[in-house]
């Protein structure tokens, strides 16, 4: 009785954490917004808006390689306007949003999705070339 309850305990657990992440068109949605959300803050240089929209460790790197407070090390870096979000990639926990002219990379975290990654550039065959990225 006792595997029979913890069975169904596991079963309701798994249920609930994958009920929690959305359906796919959900997090596609969720992925678009957040990408959308970043873009708009960027071109509006409203970077704490920025700031709160990135991965904690992404947070930290920008800060401990510009020496600067997240908001004034997201103002130094030539970020580009990376316009409309075109398509989005969703996988488990991991997105790719591809905007007009920039791809931003993205994690989902209990507080939502925050870009892992921003301001990219495809390299052919190569790993993409990040202005912004976590350690």
């Known amino acids: 009785m006792a595997g029979r309850v913890r069975g169904t305990a596991v079963a309701v657990l798994l249920a609930a ?9 959900e997090r ?61 990639d969703v996988h488990g926990n991991q997105a790719r949003a591809v905007l007009t002219t920039d791809t931003l990379f993205l994690s989902h975290f209990d507080a939502g999705w925050k870009v892992v990654a921003a301001g990219c550039e495809p390299r052919g065959e190569r790993p993409y070339q990040c202005r912004i990225k976590g350690g």
């Open 17 to 25: 954490a994958l009920g929690a992440c959305g359906t796919v068109p």
């Open 28 to 88: 596609h949605d969720q992925v678009r917004d957040a990408a959308t959300a970043f873009e708009h803050a960027l071109r509006e240089r409203a970077y704490d808006r920025v700031c709160a929209l990135l991965a904690p460790g992404t947070r930290e790197e920008l800060e401990q390689s510009s020496g600067s407070p997240c908001p004034d090390a997201v103002g130094e870096e030539p970020l580009p306007a990376g316009g409309a979000v075109r398509t989005t």
